[in-house]
């Protein structure tokens, strides 16, 4: 059994996407082919924003986002405490100083209170300007955009939204990677829309913005490549990978996405009685990039985990370590108390197969080997 079972989808999608990518070497055209651009087209109309720009993978897109709003030394950007590396890596690297915000247990997402306690501390201190709030839709499910763009209003701070897990997620009509003033996604191949490679992508409304990220993309380009008018970088997607993702987002659009969240719901009907099931608030659709159970200790979550081994069952511990306890965070500061439910949640997560093909069979296997360990653990 495959945790992320990418090879049942190939086999699915394989006419198709065999034929897009010969076409992608017949053709020759490898960097900017026209798949680019009409992927560019019908992800923003599927998200329903304006613009769309693909970039070489999630991490580079945070990155051209937070560079469009300059953003630099002696700036906070709140990140949750509860996500992956990247998320807090984009700030850093342009000398930000990540701050890092509790999530809320069962959704697994920033805190609003938290966050607003993040900002007032920052603010009474005095050393560091707040600039913009990270929010992560964190295994599929958009965080709580009503209230994180009201605080973002209150304090005047930007909100980039790292759709990378959230992509096809959604909060009533509204689509994840429209919420934030810019938000991204990554088409890291285990990720809700992946592609055979590395890839991701940014959005937003704004012209200035789309037009800041466009040149940073390009080696800072002015009018075109060999006029250069500000320090960016190289970050495109690939004409392949492009090819790959219209097979891809049309798979997903059509039933992936569908499929996804039966196997989620199947999941929670099954297991709700007996460990803590992901809770998605009233209103809100997951993309379920993750399934993740809550156990009660370390202790019971290890062992699960080893009989699911045994029986054949993978599963992960996303994530393993807090943000605010990485080594790569030395510098910031870390006030052990403010970390309570990510500090609970690194020790109690566990991380169930979840994509659109898995199997009846396999799902009960998985929700059998569950229910049968804590059967012998009460006898
Ligand atoms: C995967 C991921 C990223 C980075 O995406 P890459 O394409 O791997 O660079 C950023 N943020 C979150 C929350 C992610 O899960």
């Known amino acids: 059994m495959e945790f992320r079972d990418l090879k049942a989808q190939y086999q699915h999608l394989k006419p198709e996407l065999d034929e897009e990518v010969l076409k992608v070497m017949k053709e020759g055209n490898f960097i900017s082919g026209y798949q680019v651009s009409e992927l560019e087209k019908q992800l923003a109309e599927y998200v329903g924003v304006k613009h769309c720009i693909t970039c070489g993978n999630g991490t580079d ?15 906070a950007v709140f990140v949750p405490d509860f996500t992956f590396f990247a998320s807090a890596e984009a700030p850093a ?3 930000a100083t990540p701050v890092f915000v509790d999530v809320e247990s069962r959704t697994f997402n920033i805190s609003p209170n938290e966050l607003e306690n993040a900002i007032q501390g920052v603010l009474k201190e005095g050393k560091l300007i707040p600039k913009a709030i990270i929010a992560v839709d964190l295994f599929g499910q958009p965080a709580e955009y009503p ?22 997620g959604g909060i009533g009509e509204k689509k994840a990677c429209s919420f934030g003033d810019i938000a991204t996604t990554s088409f890291f191949p285990a990720k809700p829309l992946g592609c055979y490679g590395d890839g991701g992508a940014i959005f937003t409304d704004n012209d200035d913005w789309a037009e800041l990220v466009k040149s940073y993309r390009i080696h800072g ?8 008018i500000r320090i960016g970088m190289n970050s495109r997607l ?9 097979v891809k987002l049309k798979a997903f659009v059509d039933h992936e996405l569908h499929d996804v969240n039966t196997a989620a719901d ?13 809770i998605i608030k009233e209103g809100y659709l997951s993309s379920w990039a993750q399934y993740t159970i809550i156990l009660d200790s370390k202790k019971q979550r290890d062992e699960l985990q080893n009989v699911l081994k045994e029986n054949g069952v993978p599963s992960m511990i996303y994530y393993p370590k807090q943000m605010h306890k990485q080594e790569a965070f030395h510098y910031v500061c870390r006030k052990e108390h403010s970390f309570k439910v990510t500090n609970e949640l690194i020790d109690n997560v566990l991380a169930l197969p979840i994509h659109p093909y898995l199997t009846w069979e396999e799902q009960e296997k998985i929700i059998n080997t ?9 006898n």
Request: glycine content about 10%.
């Open 370 to 378: 569950i229910i049968n360990f804590f059967e012998n653990k009460s």
């Open 266 to 278: 199947y999941y929670t009907s099954k297991l709700k009685n007996i460990v803590n099931t992901p």
């Open 61 to 75: 897109a945070l990155v051209l986002a937070l560079m469009a709003w300059n953003i630099g030394k002696g700036d």
């Open 147 to 168: 209230r994180i763009l009201e605080i973002a209003k209150k304090y005047n701070l930007f909100v980039l939204e790292d759709g990378a897990q959230g992509f096809g």
């Open 93 to 95: 690297f342009l000398g």
């Open 221 to 228: 380009k002015g009018g075109n490549k060999y006029d250069n």
């Open 238 to 246: 690939d004409t392949m990978q492009a090819a790959i993702l219209l």
